[in-house]
């Protein structure tokens, strides 16, 4: 989720229309898909991305060993250390063939340090919510200009100016977005 790859890989960037300003809001690594905002809007992406907000973002996590083990699950909420210091989960729970993890910092391939420091591979990671705002049935390669719902779902701090000319979309990132 970058706006130039210096790689020569695809960005997410490639598959929305252009308009002047929009970035992504935020980061998903090239093995990541799931939620991920674009906006023109500064201090949005400001209040989304600093981790003195705490937002909270949901990630469905498939596991090459399968379900996540109780005992790893408390370990992810206590806290694990991390070479840059102790990852602590809001929430972590079971489910087939792995685990749902709720995280409010954003470090850099977090989810899968995390996992890594209680025996676990990530083989698959999908950002399924935004605070409240959840992928709903947007499919993956798939976009959506946000409602004022959306907005409320965010959670976003009052001093955050929302106008009419914001074009902030959500995606299900992956491959080639259709509008919908």
């Not at 998903?28 to 003195?52: F, K, M, V, W, Y």
């Not at 409010?104 to 989810?111: F, H, K, L, P, V």
Request: proline share 3%; with cysteine.
């Amino acid at each position: 989720s970058t706006v130039k790859d210096t790689h020569g890989r695809e960005t997410i960037m490639q598959f929305v229309p252009k308009v002047a300003g929009l970035h992504p809001v935020g980061r998903l690594d090239a093995e990541s898909e799931g939620l991920i905002l674009l906006s023109t809007n500064g201090d949005l992406t400001l209040q989304l991305t600093h981790p003195r907000y705490r937002h909270k973002k949901e990630y469905r996590v498939w596991c090459r060993e399968g379900g996540v083990n109780p005992a790893a699950l408390q370990k992810l909420m206590q806290g694990v250390e991390l070479e840059d210091g102790i990852a602590k989960a809001v929430k972590a729970s079971p489910i087939e063939g792995g685990c749902i993890l709720v995280l409010e910092d954003g470090r850099n391939r977090q989810a899968r340090r995390m996992l890594d420091a209680v025996g676990y591979k990530i083989i698959r990671l999908k950002r399924t919510k935004l605070n409240d705002l959840g992928l709903g049935r947007l499919s993956a390669g798939n976009f959506r200009e946000l409602k004022d719902e959306d907005f409320k779902k965010l959670n976003l701090h009052k001093s955050t100016r929302m106008s009419e000319n914001n074009k902030t979309k959500k995606s299900g990132q992956r491959s080639r977005p259709k509008k919908s």
